[in-house]
């Protein structure tokens, strides 16, 4: 069964930083795509930024040289650097992962809040 837990959510300064991981279990992670998507109140999901099995990575134009994204797939875990944060960064973040001609595993959520 696969199980996707987000940590690393809570409430910064704008310009502050955060890093979220997402820790999978009951996978063989290294073959998943993996990322991140969020959802702030009132809006759709959008995705935020992703990281194929080979590593290569795709950023929403809003978060691109704000946030990171990486994976160690020793600890079967992915990350979310983000810095220079915003108020219009604060949502719920979801990890997701997927494998090819599979359907998409979600985790809870981890909320961010970007608030003076």
């Known amino acids: 069964q696969v199980r996707l837990v987000e940590s690393g959510g809570g409430l910064v300064q704008p310009g502050g930083s955060l890093r979220l991981s997402c820790a999978a279990s009951?996978?063989?992670?290294?073959?998943?795509?993996m990322g991140w998507y969020r959802q702030a109140p009132g809006k759709q999901r959008e995705l935020v930024a992703g990281i194929t099995s080979n590593g290569r990575k795709n950023y929403a134009n809003s978060v691109e040289g704000r946030f990171t994204i990486s994976r160690d797939n020793a600890k079967n875990t992915v990350y979310l650097q983000m810095n220079s944060l915003e108020p219009e960064d604060t949502a719920v973040y979801y990890c997701y992962g997927k494998l090819v001609s599979s359907n998409t595993s979600w985790g809870q959520g981890t909320q961010v809040t970007v608030s003076s």
């Open positions: 009951g996978i063989t992670f290294s073959l998943y795509a």
